[in-house]
């Protein structure tokens, strides 16, 4: 039975943590021997970290307690020692730092084969890009998330193309499907209204401030409407924007897609958005920015849920009276996107590198 590791930044409750989780979890267990490696400590809430969903599992978590660039000597020897215990036969790394790193030590003890994940496309830290080149002959398959990542790792980042394999994100539409609704009267939201929601980091990637310098203009010509920006840290509601509520980090986005009757998403780059994969489940439409990712997810009905920022509050405005479009998509993402497929798509992958 093949050993594989999967290496990945962090655990704290993310897209790309939850990816690699779901598929710890996932993988066959008569045809795999998994353990996760974590370049920083364990997350100290519970609550908001992917550990529990791993121990549950019966998984093995090791943590490299890496805390900055200084670290990084101690934390490549640390990871080495760890991997010559358990002897892997496939290295599999998720984000940046556990890309890099993890392929210098899996390659200094002789790891046969090393698969580093790409789930962005990096357009801010192009010094990524340089390092990826610059190691990619210690890599044997690089997985991207969608077919505009891997575009973009070809033409910008100068990865091989013989190299590139797309797996997109998968979803447990189920669980999206039947969630309760958030009861968001709590957060002072008036349950007469519509509810667009935003969920992600306060990240310049994201887009938050683009969001927010438009929410004025959009919410005064839609009375009839407010806005739920999940994520960060929580904030007191704006004078500028009434009718916008922060509610900071939350666990529960299956029960706030459920209670929302549209996600918005402004975003300067992505690979391949988790969240809006869990609004398709969820059975929403949605409004993004042209970034990468988006249009695969959304298949023939793209063109009527992207728009560029200029176009932003006109499409905020019609997509809500598109008649069966959260239908259309939530029956897409159980078609196309279910987190089986994933799944099976990797142990695919992990096969063919024995």
Not at 276 to 294: F, K, R
Not at 314 to 320: C, G, K
Request: charged letters at 25%; a neutral charge; aromatic letters at 8%.
């Amino acid at each position: 039975m093949p050993r594989i590791a999967l290496c990945i930044t962090e655990l704290h409750v993310g897209g790309a943590e939850r990816a690699l989780c779901d598929l710890a979890v996932r993988l066959d267990r008569d045809r795999f021997d998994v353990a996760v490696y974590s370049l920083q400590a364990r997350p100290a809430d519970d609550a908001k970290s992917c550990v529990p969903m791993l121990e549950a599992a019966g998984i093995p978590v090791f943590f490299l307690d890496m805390k900055g660039l200084w670290s990084f000597p101690a934390g490549v020897c640390k990871l080495r020692r760890l991997l010559k215990e358990r002897k892997p036969d496939i290295f599999l790394s998720f984000l940046f730092h556990a890309n890099f790193l993890g392929r210098l030590a899996a390659r200094s003890i002789g790891v046969q084969h090393i698969l580093s994940g790409i789930r962005v496309a990096e357009k801010k830290a192009k010094w990524h890009l340089r390092l990826d080149r610059w190691t990619s002959r210690f890599v044997e398959k690089y997985v991207c998330v969608s077919q505009s990542v891997a575009d973009f790792s070809e033409s910008v980042g100068g990865l091989p193309k013989s190299k590139l394999v797309v797996i997109p994100n998968g979803v447990d539409v189920e669980r999206f499907k039947n969630a309760m609704k958030a009861d968001l009267s709590a957060v002072g939201a008036s349950p007469e209204t519509k509810k667009a929601i935003f969920i992600g980091r306060f990240d310049y990637q994201k887009g938050v401030d683009r969001l927010l310098d438009l929410a004025p203009d959009w919410l005064e010509r839609c009375p009839d409407w407010e806005l739920i920006i999940v994520g960060g840290a929580s904030a007191p509601q704006s004078e500028a924007a009434k009718r916008v509520y922060f509610l900071g980090w939350r666990s529960d986005v299956p029960e706030l897609l459920a209670a929302s009757d549209l996600l918005v998403l402004p975003s300067r780059w992505e690979g391949m958005p988790n969240v809006v994969l869990q609004a398709m489940a969820a059975g929403l439409p949605i409004v993004s920015t042209p970034v990468e990712g988006v249009a695969e997810l959304l298949g023939d009905a793209a063109a009527e849920q992207i728009a560029g920022i200029d176009g932003f509050v006109e499409r905020l405005i019609v997509v809500p009276q598109i008649p069966g479009l959260g239908q259309q998509n939530q029956e897409r993402a159980a078609k196309h996107f279910s987190v089986k497929q994933t799944v099976a798509e990797y142990e695919s992958l992990l096969e063919r590198a024995r």
